[in-house]
């Protein structure tokens, strides 16, 4: 059966949002990615041409007492999607900027929003609780640093390497490729992993490279029942944007007068 959001708004109708500065985060309504491009973290090295994936999505589970419950998914070749998130969204909100809220089963409604700050090559993710309840979020970023036209692959030379410092928590995939750097209100946990044969079916249907492998270093964890859970990426140069307030970035967001 299809959600509200998927009546309203097709679940592969795609989302943008640009940092004005040549780099952007971009999906589809149901969470899936299916093209090379779309990414949280893609950011402008040498614009116009140049750009580099660093954060190129995660997934995300909610804990209850009932259960763990995702809030995404990915499709995997052969056609399979994985986790059943999509399931569980029920309305998507394109302005100021995107956001999905889930029905998790006998819980609460979850809050998910994604905003660019202005001017910097930054993303935020941010979640909330509709109501009062407790209940864990978890949240696995996926990471490539490679070139936005190519595809990653699983491989000896990636640094799943975490330097961690108080809120901080930095990554460079390779040498030569840009840092890339979160703060987050939550707790990071090392659990080093490889994902693999995600299948993007936009590329598929251009006759292109349309599987690819991504690096998991880890797991964020929030007390949502605290208030909300943030977590923001920077790429390198960006690092001392990062000490600003999510709120102070929102006022940053393209979105925003």
Same mark, same amino acid.
């Given at each position: ?13 795609? !989302? ?14 149901? +969470? ?7 990414? =949280? ?25 009932? +259960? ?45 929003? /994604?905003? /660019? ?9 941010? !979640? ?10 978890? @949240?696995?970023?996926? =990471?490539? *640093? ?33 840092? /890339? ?25 251009? *006759? ?9 270093? +880890? ?12 977590? @923001? ?7 001392? =944007?990062?000490?600003?307030? /999510? ?11």
């Amino acid at each position: 059966m299809s959600s509200p959001a998927q009546e309203s708004i097709p679940a592969t109708a795609e !989302w943008i949002e640009v940092d004005g500065v040549g780099g952007f985060a971009s999906g589809t309504v149901g +969470g899936l990615r299916t093209r090379r491009y779309h990414a =949280l973290l893609l950011t402008a090295t040498t614009p116009p041409a140049g750009r580099m994936v660093l954060v190129n999505g995660f997934d995300a589970w909610i804990q209850t007492s009932n +259960g763990i419950f995702a809030v995404s998914s990915q499709r995997y070749q052969p056609d399979v999607i994985h986790p059943d998130g999509m399931s569980r969204l029920v309305d998507f909100q394109r302005e100021p900027w995107p956001r999905w809220i889930y029905q998790i089963e006998q819980g609460p409604l979850v809050d998910q929003e /994604v905003f /660019v700050p202005h001017g910097a090559s930054m993303v935020v993710l941010r !979640w909330r609780l509709g109501g009062n309840c407790t209940a864990s979020l978890l @949240v696995r970023p996926f =990471l490539s *640093g490679r070139e936005f036209h190519a595809t990653h692959h699983q491989n000896g030379e990636f640094d799943f390497t975490a330097e961690i410092s108080g809120d901080l928590v930095a990554w460079r995939p390779y040498p030569g490729v840009l840092r /890339v750097t979160a703060r987050s209100n939550g707790q990071y946990k090392p659990q080093p992993d490889w994902y693999r044969n995600f299948a993007y079916s936009e590329e598929q249907a251009r *006759g292109l490279d349309f599987i690819e492998d991504l690096a998991a270093p +880890g797991v964020f964890e929030f007390d949502l029942g605290a208030g909300c859970a943030e977590l @923001v990426f920077a790429a390198e140069g960006q690092e001392t =944007l990062l000490f600003q307030s /999510v709120d102070e970035l929102a006022d940053r967001s393209t979105h925003v007068d």
